[in-house]
């Protein structure tokens, strides 16, 4: 079975500096992986998608990797904002059964 | 813009009522899935669909029933409402994974529901 694990729970860091959410998974045999982001007490809206043959997606201040073999995905955000400040979830999609699984998240402050 | 609309933002039953939440998606997608989200539990899968009439158990069925009479509509039903079933429900949809199409799994903005 699929688990997902996201460190750090909670990140606080200052506007303007650069930062790195980490994913890791157990089984690399996933279809795809997703980053979400979601603000308190909303559905989560779709970041980044990288499909199982790709390495990163890029989105504006946003990149996401892609590491099947060491089971880890990283989702870098350069120079944070206040606007940034969410939880961010990392999904990954079962290759057989179109199933995500999804970890726990890293809830993100930035302080002006 | 693709819309994935969950009938209610705010719900509050009393135990032991039957309760209805309702998603409609607006992609054509095969794919609807229905999640529960609670503090330091993460989302949880209650109940998926591939296709009409179909229905799979995710991994926290009990106390939950689902319905797909239409493609575009998947409803979770809660026979007998408890207060452990407080808690914010997600639906969401996907295409499948052999479509050629956007493959993005799209959330509705959430039901919180209370259960007095």
């Known amino acids: 079975k699929q688990e997902v694990t996201q460190i750090p729970a909670a990140l606080s860091v200052p506007e303007g500096e650069n930062l790195v959410l980490n994913c890791s998974f157990t089984d690399s045999a996933i279809y795809n992986l997703q980053w979400f982001r979601q603000d308190p007490g909303k559905g989560l809206t779709s970041l980044l998608l990288i499909q199982s043959s790709q390495r990163e997606q890029t989105s504006g201040r946003l990149n996401a990797s892609l590491d099947k073999s060491s089971g880890r995905s990283t989702l870098y955000i350069a120079a944070s904002q206040p606007g940034d400040s969410a939880t961010y979830l990392c999904a990954m999609r079962d290759a057989n059964a179109g199933k995500s699984t999804f970890g726990d998240g890293t809830t993100l402050t930035v302080k002006p | 813009d693709v819309k994935v609309t969950q009938s209610s933002r705010y719900l509050v039953k009393r135990t032991g009522e039957k309760v209805f939440l309702e998603c409609v998606q607006d992609?054509?997608?095969?794919?609807m899935f229905w999640y529960r989200q609670d503090p330091g539990l993460g989302l949880r899968l209650i109940y998926f669909?591939?296709?009409?009439?179909?229905?799979e158990k995710g991994d926290i069925p009990e106390g939950y029933s689902v319905s797909r009479e239409k493609k575009e509509r998947f409803s979770l039903i809660l026979e007998s409402a408890s207060t452990n079933q407080t808690s914010m429900y997600l639906c969401a949809s996907s295409s499948p994974t052999d479509s050629a199409t956007n493959e993005k799994l799209f959330f509705g903005s959430g039901t919180q529901l209370s259960v007095l």
């Open positions: 992609m054509d997608h095969e794919n």
């Open positions: 669909s591939y296709d009409v009439k179909m229905k």
